[in-house]
Nanobody
Framework: QVQLVESGGGLVQPEGSLRLSCAAS????????MAWYRQAPGKERELVAR???????DYADSVKGRFTISRDNGKNTVYLQMNSLKPEDTAVYYC??????????????WGQGTQVTVSS
């Protein structure tokens, strides 16, 4: 089983910055893709950014140039540096990993979510 634990959310003023972290633990053989999703009230969960094992990245158009995803493979940790935050970035942010655990098969795993609120 693979567990994901996020940290770093909170309340920030517009144009401020936050850094989210997500650490994977448990019986992990390998992690392929790590990603951040978010879900605002009344909206569907959406992909914010993802990073492959080799370091390739993808971003939602709404966060390009403001957010940066990175990972530390040695620590099984993914980060999301969020700059120039806007009120519309307010959401619960979820960590996601496509990982191979004890079962030997790749599966998608989710963290519990961390609240990010952008408000003056």
């Amino acid at each position: 089983q693979v567990q994901l634990v996020e940290s770093g959310g909170g309340l920030v003023q517009p144009e401020g910055s936050l850094r989210l972290s997500c650490a994977a633990s448990g019986s992990i053989f390998s992690i392929n893709v790590m990603a951040w999703y978010r879900q605002a009230p009344g909206k569907e969960r959406e992909l914010v950014a993802r990073i492959l094992g080799g370091g390739s990245t993808d971003y939602a158009d709404s966060v390009k140039g403001r957010f940066t995803i990175s990972r530390d493979n040695g620590k099984n940790t993914v980060y999301l540096q969020m700059n120039s935050l806007k009120p519309e970035d307010t959401a619960v942010y979820y960590c996601n990993a496509y990982a191979r655990g004890r079962s030997g098969y790749y599966s998608y795993y989710w963290g519990q979510g961390t609240q990010v609120t952008v408000s003056s």
